[in-house]
């Protein structure tokens, strides 16, 4: 097995985490898995995985690897597919994350869209309310909502959403409507822990940025819950804009003390090759970004 063979081999260890499971995929035994694994690692005079009986995990060493272990493959297969005339065609796996409720609405609509452009792509998605490192984790294209931390990935970003306090129409009838965050303290407060961690509500005044310490009755780990609750008119919540656009469409919530609303969450599709991307990546990326700039739920200012 030569160094591209093990290149491949050790991509998909990494990516399945597994020795067996990447046996698996790639149809050779596991004793020839670790061994091809095993000639590498000596081959480059560093160790790649930290392998317990229950885990495998990239070094550090390993983690760089990776990034070039795959943009070297990819290098390969776009000249190869440059050759036989089908390099505009983008082909093979593509790994995408975003957050849960924005997956769900937006992402989702564009993945499938992906998939009935181009039928020799498959997609593996991963929604998750937390930031997921694309390198440890085998991906290749994330959306970001919120300031990028990250120098080393490649961003592009495609708008901004608010943080935004509302309530449905039946409770402001029955409770009245605060007109200040002060008055927040006299309502019942429905608590989104994935979008406010604290019950310390921010918001921006005249003269500075103010804290309001409220007394949730109700807190919700999802999103989907608090909107829920929110639109039975049990009480005032906090989210994100376009976690609850078409409700503010349909009249079901409405949008309250926005005078008040902070700064912003810019959000960004991001990967880790820049220009060097793959054909999968580059037209999956026009693809989003094409969608997201048009989303009516993503402010374009």
Known sequence: M????????????????????????????????????ALLEQSLGVKLFNRTTRHVRLTEAGRHFLLDAKRILDDLEQAEAAASGLYSTPKGSLSITAPVLFGQKHVMPILTDFLMHYPDVEVRAQLHDRVVNLLDEGLDVAVRIGHLKDSGLYAIPVGNVNV???????????????????????????????????????????????????????????????????????????????????????????????????????????????????????SFIDLAVDHLRANPFINHR
Request: hydrophobic share 40%.
């Open 164 to 282: 935004v306090v509302c309530g449905a129409p039946s409770y402001f009838e029955a409770n009245g409507m605060p007109q200040k965050p002060e008055d927040l303290v006299e309502h019942e407060i429905i608590q989104p822990s994935s979008v406010e961690t604290s019950a310390i509500w921010q918001f921006e005044t005249s003269k500075g940025r103010k804290s309001i310490k409220l007394k949730p009755r109700l807190s919700c780990n999802q999103n989907a819950g608090a909107i829920a609750a929110a639109k039975q008119g049990f009480g005032i919540t906090r989210l994100l804009s376009y976690q609850v656009g078409e409700e503010f469409q349909d009249g079901s919530l409405l949008r309250i003390l926005q005078d008040y609303e902070l700064e912003p969450y810019p959000v960004n599709i991001v990967h880790l090759e820049g220009r060097r991307a793959n054909a999968k990546v580059r």
């Open 2 to 37: 030569d160094k591209l063979d093990g290149m491949r081999v050790f991509v998909q260890v990494a990516e399945q985490q597994s020795f067996v499971a990447a046996s698996k995929v790639l149809g050779l035994s596991a004793p020839m898995v670790t061994r091809s694994v």
